[in-house]
């Protein structure tokens, strides 16, 4: 990446005001009561684990059309333009034991699941996956896999 370009973040603000669409609304620190002789110091920050109102499909997307590329460059630039790494490793997986060949993401979106191989390279777990493979868990909700649409509405 040269010095004089600027990249899009690889995530954006949900948009709040859209009917039917859920933010996971809720505390998450309110049902995590304080252990007895537990400090405050002990305990962290006042504040949830989640992060509300960010939508990380533009990564995700990202690391899908990097498949078969050598995985720290495209480590380098995914990590520089977000806000933390951790949405990478909901799809990527650093260890055989935690490889999945489809994540799901939110309600009814699903991705396929990444890797890095022997030699550094980033693939899919299962590269035969294909959105007719799936079926969906309801019929009221719009399933996608890596964005395509599966299943049948009534």
Same mark, same amino acid.
């Given at each position: 990446?040269?010095?004089?370009? =600027?990249?899009? @973040?690889?995530?954006?603000?949900?948009?709040?005001? #859209?009917?039917?669409? =859920?933010?996971?609304?809720?505390?998450?620190?309110?049902?995590?009561?304080?252990?007895? %002789?537990?400090?405050? &110091?002990?305990?962290?920050?006042?504040?949830?684990?989640?992060?509300?109102?960010?939508?990380? #499909?533009?990564?995700?997307?990202?690391?899908?059309?990097?498949?078969?590329?050598?995985?720290?460059?495209?480590?380098?630039? &995914?990590? &520089?333009?977000?806000?933390? @790494?951790?949405?990478?490793?909901?799809?990527?997986?650093?260890?055989?034991?935690?490889?999945?060949?489809?994540?799901?993401?939110?309600?009814?979106?699903?991705?396929?699941?990444?890797?890095?191989?022997?030699? %550094?390279?980033?693939?899919?777990?299962?590269?035969?996956?294909?959105?007719?493979?799936?079926?969906?868990?309801? #019929?009221?909700?719009?399933? #996608?896999?890596?964005?395509?649409?599966?299943?049948?509405?009534?």
């Amino acid at each position: 990446m040269s010095h004089g370009a =600027h990249k899009e @973040p690889l995530y954006r603000k949900v948009n709040t005001q #859209t009917h039917r669409v =859920h933010h996971d609304v809720g505390g998450n620190f309110r049902t995590e009561r304080q252990a007895a %002789g537990e400090s405050d &110091a002990s305990r962290g920050a006042m504040h949830g684990k989640s992060r509300r109102g960010l939508d990380y #499909t533009p990564l995700f997307r990202f690391l899908l059309s990097r498949v078969g590329s050598e995985w720290n460059s495209v480590y380098s630039e &995914a990590i &520089a333009r977000l806000d933390r @790494p951790d949405p990478i490793f909901w799809l990527v997986a650093l260890h055989e034991h935690e490889r999945q060949e489809k994540v799901r993401v939110g309600e009814s979106s699903y991705y396929s699941g990444l890797y890095i191989d022997a030699a %550094g390279i980033l693939q899919l777990v299962n590269p035969d996956l294909r959105p007719q493979d799936l079926v969906p868990y309801c #019929t009221c909700c719009t399933h #996608t896999l890596n964005a395509v649409r599966f299943g049948s509405r009534p």
